[in-house]
T-cell receptor, first 117, second 112 residues
Framework: GAVVSQHPSWVICKSGTSVKIECRSL??????MFWYRQFPKQSLMLMAT?????????EQGVEKDKFLINHASLTLSTLTVTSAHPEDSSFYIC?????????????FGPGTRLTVT | GNSVTQMEGPVTLSEEAFLTINCTYT??????LFWYVQYPGEGLQLLLK?????DKGSNKGFEATYRKETTSFHLEKGSVQVSDSAVYFC???????????FGSGTKLNVKP
């Protein structure tokens, strides 16, 4: 099956610093990737949709300047949390759509746990 | 708006027991419904899906039927195994499959 990886799997950073999370589709090209955030015992919330070579589309309430998304290639999307604060601590999950049709399946990465101290 | 509600866990069963995990949804339009499973340390994997009312999705012994009249998509399995221990997420997507709405997940523990 299709594999999506995330790096790092967990990261601890100090308040005020920035941290980058990578999402890679290992054995397929992904025109579209998605970034989700999950709070403990809560559902995944879509943060943004990124299309290769264009600007990401952010969901309402998500700060574009705080959560920078770059989808520079068909196998890599990055999420940078800028000037991180403790309230940004969460589990971040990406998914990648295999194929160009909306109904093509999304494959999920294992997630990255961010802790901001 | 769109939302998904699923039963809280954890659910603990003995091997070969019958499993039901309830899922209800609120949606506009004609959503598609999904069950995803997440094993420890791994990403969510699609377990089954149904794209229209009365469709039944099935995979690996799991089944769920898209019930529009009750806005439900309950997950069932007749005989669970220890290897089924995981977190199960119910989800719906809009008609364009661009946005997914997930339930909070239900952890299943199956004991030998």
């Amino acid at each position: 099956g299709a594999v999506v990886s995330q790096h790092p799997s967990w990261v601890i950073c100090k308040s005020g610093t920035s941290v980058k999370i990578e999402c890679r589709s290992l054995d397929f090209q992904a025109t579209t990737m998605f970034w989700y955030r999950q709070f403990p015992k809560q559902s995944l919330m879509l943060m943004a949709t990124s299309n290769e070579g264009s600007k990401a589309t952010y969901e309402q309430g998500v700060e574009k300047d705080k959560f920078l998304i770059n989808h520079a290639s068909l196998t890599l999307s990055t999420l940078t949390v800028t000037s991180a604060h403790p309230e940004d601590s969460s589990f971040y999950i990406c998914s990648a759509r295999r194929g160009s049709k909306p109904m093509d399946e999304q494959y999920f990465g294992p997630g990255t746990r961010l802790t901001v101290t | 708006g769109n939302s998904v509600t699923q039963m809280e866990g954890p659910v603990t069963l003995s091997e070969e027991a019958f499993l039901t995990i309830n899922c209800t949804y609120t949606a506009t339009g004609y959503p598609s419904l999904f069950w995803y499973v997440q094993y420890p340390g791994e990403g969510l994997q699609l377990l089954l899906k149904a794209t229209k009312a009365d469709d039944k999705g099935s995979n690996k012994g799991f089944e769920a039927t898209y019930r529009k009249e009750t806005t439900s998509f309950h997950l069932e399995k007749g005989s669970v195994q220890v290897s089924d221990s995981a977190v199960y997420f119910c989800a719906l997507s809009d008609q364009n499959f661009n946005k997914f709405y997930f339930g909070s997940g239900t952890k299943l523990n199956v004991k030998p």
